[in-house]
Each structure stands twice: as C-alpha cells, then as structure tokens.
C-alpha cells in the first residue's frame, strides 16, 4: 500500500504539493485564532467530594472559594484608623458591584483575626469570583489593574488562586512564542548542518510546521464541542516540530540510500516510501497510544494533551509519507548526498560494546542507575504561588500574606452541612470541635467565630446560612497547614464525626482530591502505555523479547528523567542558574504527562533502530551484524534527531512557568540518555547476549508478522521458531 502511495504521490506530485500548499494556508489561518477558543482549568476532579460541596455552595449560599484577594496596606500604618476603614469600605462596595463577583468578605465587616496582619498594617478583602476558568480569568485581565492602586489612605494588591492562575497562564503564552521565536531558527540551523543540503532542511522544517498548524486548527475545532486547555498548544509546537522532523529526517535518509544504491529518481521514491513509511506508522501509532493513556483521568488539563498527541501525529505521518515523496519526485536531486562511510562512532562504538558486553552494560547501567536514584526520594505536593517567578505581582502578594499573617484564609476548607442541624448545639459542638484539630486556626460558624474549642468572635449567621436553613462552616487553616501535608489536614477535617451528612470542599480539598484521583488512576494509564505499545513492537518484529527488553529500557531511562525531576525541581540544585524556587515536592500531574510524552517518544527511537536491525536479520541471519549495520545507518539519524527533538523542549527551560521547566529539561534529557547510552550500547549488548532468542516467537503467534521493507530472508534460520 505505501509503495503504491508513493508512486502515486510522486506521479502527481504537483497536485498533492498544491493542495497540501493550500491546506497549510487554511489550517495555519484557523489555527491562529485557537488560543482564544482554549480554555483554563483548575484543579478540580469532577464527581469528587470537592466538586459536590463546591455545586452547594453555588447554588445554596451564593458563595465559593475566595479565589480573589486584594491586600490593603494602610497608608498610617493601622488598618483599624477610621480613614483607613473609610478607604476600604469604599473600596468593598466597589468591588460588590464589579461582574461575576457574587460574594465579599472584607476584614472591616467580619472582624476576623485570620483577615488581619500580625503587626495591623495589613488586611484583606476575601472575593469570589463566579464562573468557569477562562471567563474569571478573562474578567480578572482588566479588574486587576484597575483594583490595583495606591491612595492617600491605602494600597491595595491583588492576589488569590485565581489571579496566580492567570498570570501562569499569561506566562506561559509568553513561553510559547519565546520558544516559537527561538526553535524555528535555532532547528533550522541545525537541519543544513546535519543534511548539508538547504532543501532538505527547508522540506522537513515544512513537515514539522504542517504539523503544528495542523494540530492547533484540530485543537480550535475540537474545542467546539469540548473544552481543551491552552497548555496543549505548547506541547503542539514543541512535539509537532520534533516528531516533523523525525519523520522527515528517516524518509530522506532512505530515499539517499535507494539513490546510492543505484535506483533511479522515479523508482528511489517509492521504495523509500515503503520502506521508511512503514516505520513512520509503527512508530506514530507508538506515540499516539502513549498519549491516549492521559485520557484515563477525568481532567480536560490532561485530556488536552492527548487529543495534541493524536494530532500531532496524524499530521506528522500525513506529511512525511504523502508531501515529502511528491517534494522528492521534484526536487530529489537537491536533496541526494554521497552515501555515508561504511564505518562510524556510533558504529564503532556499538561494536565495543558486544565485544565486551557484560562490562558496557554493567558500566552504562550503574551511570543510569545512579542518575535515577534520585527517584527514590520523591515526594509529591501542591501547586501554589512559587510555579510563577520572582516579582510577579500575584506571587509577591501570596508571599506577603504568608509572612505577615497568621492563617490562609485564602485557603479556607468549607465544611457544607448537607442538613439543617436538629440542634444548633450540634453545630456548635462541631465548629469548636473542627477549631481543636492541628493546622486549624479558626472556624467561622453562624453562631460565632471559633478558636481552640472556645468561641471568640462575633456570628456571622447571614452569609454562613442558606434560605432552606442549612449552613457552611468555614475551616481557616494556619500557613504551617498548608506549607505542610495539605491532604492529610484536609483528611483530618473529613474524619472528624458530623451531627449531619457533611461536604468538605475548599481549594484545599479540590486539590486534594485531584491528587487523589491522578493517583489512583495512574496504574491504569502505565499498564495501557506498557501493554499497548508491547503489542505494537510485537507486531513490527514477531519476537517475545525485543518488546520486553524495550519496554525495560525505556522504564530505565524515564528513571533518569524522574530522578533528574527530584533532585533539579524538587531538591532545589541548580535552581539558581534555571530561575526558579524549589517548593520541596513535585506536583503529580506534570510528572504523569512527562511519562506518556517521554515514553512515547523513547519508543520512537526504538521503532526506528529495530525496524533497520530486523530488517537486515531478515537479509542476512546474523544478529551481530545486523545490530552493527543497523545501528551503523539508524544512530546518526537517531542522535541527529533527539538533538534537535532536545533543542524544542529545552525552549521552554527559559520560561518563567516551572512545570514548563520541567516539561522542558526533563523530557529534553531523557530523549538524549535514550538516543545515546540506551540505544547505542544498552540495546546492541542486550541482544548480543540473548542471541537466537532475541527472534523467538510462540508458533500460533508467527503470523502476525507484519514485515519491514522489502527484504526477504536469507536462510533457513529463519524459519521455525525464530523469526
């Protein structure tokens, strides 16, 4: 079929260069306007107790996370002056009537100690703001610089989840057309250096953009129907380039070898086309499998990634196996090169290696291992404040309220009583109840505010009751709570007994529950990634043990990408050069991206050199030999790649969002350790050792073989068993 696709592209080669020159028009002007169809996300796992208690605070008392706060510093020094309550009164009544607000609590009228600075220079205003991610955060684009301000009487700063979560989003929109600036020229570069031939470079840099406008117009279109996060547009770019150009890189490598080989310009396309192409599938089916694992999770943030992944890779394939073939049938000899030497490093030191391949390996494995430990101490937490840099505003106001106040009322855990109490008694024994537990430095209760089981301050009955008699109780936490084990607070305030059927929510539980969820379908999403892409390497060679040995390697080399995770982001080394805060802990979601993005990627690269090994073994019989020569023609293309694959992601090193950073550095690292140490002296020592066994497969199991290429086997060793 893909030889008949390349003949046929190349007969019509200008019609499918029009039309893919219109089609590149059309998607890049609908993909240009995808950024304002995504949307924002937060961190909430649909059906949990969280989101339960967030849908009753909505409709039952008007009310929500007090995702907005605005820090009001008093210009004489004491936010109890009477023309320092005159400002900030003026100021709340200001904010009731802004759009989407639909509650405020400001320190003025809730005379509560968690609102007030430790030395009364400072208080806050508690708002929430109505509505989903994109559209606060729209709303907050113009009211933040228009709250913020300095009079003769007060200062106010903003701050909250919801303005920390904008300007994320805000800089990494900034960190996506800095990559977009700086990878485009920088791969380009790096493109003529390897092909020594411009048009070749300019024909795979085409691939790769095919497929990034490709993948944003598919994203905008699939945001019609469903939501889509705008940090999948990140991922297009840096993935659709990479993967472009992977393709590219192995279809005009193969149509160079059928030149030197002797065939003609006419029949070099198709044979390339058969050959390469039928790799490039394997290998695009491998990525897209890896990346719909992420649609496990009930997160939209997640699910955009894979929805980039499939499209990504359809898009990639498309080009490489349908635009490059009629590209070559026109201008295939200004891309043809002298054929490569018959030796070179990576081909010498392959053979180092299976001369003595107990010692490479044992050496390469104690580095790999020593780079992944690391691993062993990771610890997973929350995302707060310290993902943006020094200096943003919504950080700097966080930090000040960490550091002049007592309690994170930003943070509070609200407690929904499903029932109105029998006894408000009842209600009253549980607030003072919730007040006892560590990390707990109040709770706000109709009947009054409550400190280490006593009441303390005044009722708050109107805004903590519903018109059908229910109540909330407010659990403001200490800042120790929330720099500490934030799910365990939250677990300790679910397990304390209830006169009635209770929801506990907040940011603090909405986070929490997120991280449950992620972890507790995580087995499910690495048990698809490995069984998936198991059946798809078994299919490419029809042997039991080379997908096995992939998939142990591959595991190998993400351990470095995690252990480098730990001790960079986590740890905190190096974070002085890279720019950003060390919180301690890593957040799970980038961690659980990184493995469905890297793994795919790293069996990319397996793909490629096994379709060459075993399509030599299936020529000559010798497995020595085929793992040198097909190492000999793949690691070039394999290094070149993963060297430019590396450069795109660590575009996003100098970003200022950390998980970008993480995304960036980690991935970039774990693609070089895989093209390197892995595939070119792990992979040929393991099948040195294994021998006749590394084409072992089950009798009944033989016909699933799909072949490679053209070529047929040599010998009878090749029959039977060992295929």
Known sequence: MLTRLGRRSARYSRAVLLGFLLLFLGLGGYGAGAQDDLDLSRWSSPGTESVRAADELRDGFRTGNPNLALLVTARDGDVDSPRTERAARRLTDEVERLPRVTDVTAYWDADSPALRGKDGRRALILVHLEGTATDTREELAVLSPRLTRT????????????????????????DFLRAEAFALPAVLLLLILVYRRTVAALLTVAVGLFSVV????????????????????????????????????FMISRYREERAAGHDQRAAVPRA??????????????????????????????????????????????????????ALARWGHRVERAAEPASGFWHRAALTAMRRPVLAGAGVLTVLLVAASPLLGLRFGLPDERT?????????????????????????VQVVL????????????????????????????????????????????????ASDGRVRLAVVPTQQALYGDVPAFVERVRQTPAPVPVLVGGYPGETTDFRSTLLDRLPFAVGIVLVATYVILFLMTNSVLLPAKATVLNLLSLSVMFGCLVWVFQDGHLSGPLGFTPTGSIEPSIPVLMFCVAYGLSMDYEVFLLA?????????????????????????????????????????????????????????????????????????????????????????????RIREGEAAPADDVLRGEYV
């Open 151 to 174: 009079t003769a009487d007060i200062e106010v700063r903003v701050g909250g989840q919801e303005e920390i979560s904008r300007q994320v989003g805000q800089e990494a929109r900034a």
């Open 418 to 465: 499903r029932a109105p109490a029998a006894e408000p008694a009842g209600t009253r024994a549980y607030a003072a109840e919730l007040s006892r537990l560590p990390g707990v430095f109040q709770v706000d209760a109709p009947e009054g505010t409550y400190q280490d089981g006593r009441r303390t301050g005044p009722p708050g009955q109107d805004r903590l009751t």
């Open 273 to 326: 086309t058969a050959a390469a192409g039928r790799t490039v599938l394997f290998s695009g089916v491998t990525v897209a499998v890896s990346l719909c694992a992420l649609l496990v999770f009930p997160f939209f943030f997640l699910s955009s990634f894979a929805y980039a992944g499939v499209l990504v890779v359809v898009t990639a394939v498309a080009g490489a196996v349908l635009f490059l073939p009629a």
């Open 612 to 704: 060459r090994i075993k399509e030599e073994h299936d020529r000559t019989g010798d497995t020595r030999r085929a793992v040198g020569e097909g190492i000999r023609r793949s690691a070039p293309l394999i290094t070149a790649a993963a060297g430019i694959l590396a450069l795109s992601f660590l575009s996003y090193a100098t970003g200022g969002v950390v998980f970008l950073k993480e995304l960036g550095i980690g991935t970039a690292l774990t693609i070089l350790v895989d093209a390197t140490l892995i595939r070119v002296v792990l992979l040929p020592v393991t099948m040195r050792l294994a021998g006749r066994a590394n084409w072992w497969a089950p009798r009944r199991l033989r016909r699933l």
């Open 388 to 412: 943006l840099p020094e200096g943003t505003s919504s950080r700097t106001t966080s930090e000040t309220v960490h550091r002049e106040f007592a309690a994170e009322p930003t943070d509070t």
């Open 214 to 249: 490709g993948t944003l117009a598919g994203l905008r279109l699939i945001a019609q129907f469903t939501e889509v996060s705008t940090f999948a547009a990140n991922l297009a770019l840096v993935l659709g380039l990479g993967l472009g150009i992977d393709y590219s890189l």
